[in-house]
């Protein structure tokens, strides 16, 4: 009798394999046999003494579903895990074919979705059995119906991994708002497996307003000025947008921020916040920030910081500065009573009261023989000291 080990390190998948001993000098299986594959692998057997012979053979996993000799006896019995047998043959065998039949490829899990965002996500799968043979692709397939399949033209396959484990890669190119099916696979030889179907649903993309932020000199007082006339307004996943709040930081009584709306946007202002709201396009409500405007008929001088963050019912952008406003004190003006009066000639003071040392470029007097409120489109002595001189006076003001 002849035992023959064979050692399976079950690690590799061919469908049918078989294994033939070329006969010794004597007819056996004697010292220097070699045993030959017709799958894909060789294996060589090394006797380590007449009559014994040893073979090692590896493969790619551990799904053998069945594994039988044309000669002898196996032992032990084939069975699931087992890796280690040997082969008693009798001394008149010349060969022996060993056959092997491949399992099934076995995903065991499809991974949960990860680091989801609104155009990417992180996919994982675990194949636990290659079936017994050489693995020809794996990965995961994804799409927006139930149970992609490959070759389905609106499924994505992202190809990852290259043997038994648990792999993971990150997807892009995904559709904010949108659910995901998602199903691991892998191939092999014989023909393929999908593991589990999971599913995900990518979030929301929020709007998003850019602006460089201007710096302006207001006069309190003064008529209102324009202060957003840069803002732009972009929502990549939605066409219409609910709400854009403007916040003026540091408002004091008598600060008013005001838009001209029109279609389907209104406006309100409380405080030190306008809201506007409304069913309205990107468009819209840039071109009404656009028309944005501060003043205030108070007295409380200083910075102002006026801010924007728009909103499409969802989520709402981060408040972005637009204009950081000085309001200033404006100069005041008092004329004084004319003294020294003659028959065509009077001395006119004035004060000018001047807080934030801004540069004057004019001054003076302007007055009139008709005009009760004399303009600068009446009579006009420029002198940058008082009191001045003037002729004819009648009705005199300073400017």
Do not use: H, W
């Given at each position: ?8 390190c079950?690690v590799?998948?061919?469908?049918l ?8 000098k ?27 012979l ?20 196996l032992?032990p ?26 399992g099934?490829?076995?995903i ?14 992180t ?8 079936g017994g ?19 389905d033209?609106?499924?994505h ?5 290259n043997?038994?484990?648990t792999f993971?890669?990150?997807?892009t190119g ?10 691991g ?15 995900f649903?990518t ?50 009584f ?14 309100s ?17 840039q ?22 963050s ?6 709402s ?6 204009a ?7 100069p005041?003006?008092t ?5 020294s ?18 540069s ?9 023989h ?10 006009k ?13 009648f009705?005199?003001l300073?400017?």
């Open positions: 009798m002849c035992t023959a080990l064979l050692l399976f079950l590799a998948a061919t469908a394999n078989s294994y033939a001993g070329v006969a010794g004597g007819g056996g299986l004697n010292a220097g046999s070699m045993l030959k594959s017709n799958g894909p692998n060789t294996a060589i057997a090394n006797n380590k003494a007449a009559g014994a040893n073979k090692t053979k590896s493969f790619a996993g551990n799904g053998l579903s069945s594994l039988t000799i044309s000669s002898g006896t032992s019995v084939f069975a699931t895990g087992t890796t280690s047998y040997s082969a008693t043959v009798a001394n008149s065998v010349s060969s022996i074919t060993v056959i092997r039949q491949s099934p490829l076995t065991s899990a499809t991974a949960a979705a990860t680091n989801i965002t609104s155009n990417s996500a996919l994982g799968y675990t194949l636990s059995d290659d043979e050489v693995v020809v692709e794996q990965g995961v397939i994804y799409g927006t119906s139930p149970n992609p399949t490959l070759g033209g609106g499924d396959v992202f190809f990852l991994g043997d038994v484990g993971s890669g990150t997807v995904l559709t904010s708002k949108t659910t995901y099916y998602v199903r696979f892998a191939e092999n030889e014989s023909g393929g497996s999908y593991g589990p179907q999971i599913t649903t979030p929301d993309q929020a709007p998003v307003v850019t602006a460089t932020a201007a710096a302006i000199n207001y006069y309190g007082g003064f008529p209102a000025v324009s202060i957003a006339s840069a803002v732009t307004i972009t929502d990549a996943d939605d066409t219409y947008l609910q709400s854009v709040t403007v916040l003026g930081a540091n408002s004091l008598g600060d008013i921020l005001s838009v001209p709306v029109t279609g389907n946007l209104s406006g202002f409380s405080g030190s916040t306008l809201t506007i709201s409304g069913n309205g396009t990107a468009a819209q409500y071109a009404a920030l656009n028309a944005l405007t501060f003043q205030t008929n108070g007295s409380q001088f200083g910075s102002r910081t006026i801010s924007v728009a909103s499409d019912g969802i989520l952008t981060p408040y972005v500065t637009v950081n406003i000085n309001v200033i004190a404006p005041t003006l004329t004084a009573a004319a003294t009066i003659g028959q065509y000639s009077a001395v006119v003071g004035y004060t000018i009261t001047n807080p934030a040392n801004l004057i470029s004019d001054q003076g007097i302007v007055y009139s008709q005009n009760t409120t004399p303009t600068l489109a009446d009579t002595v420029t002198s940058f000291s008082s009191p001045i001189t003037i002729s004819n006076v009705y005199p300073t400017y």
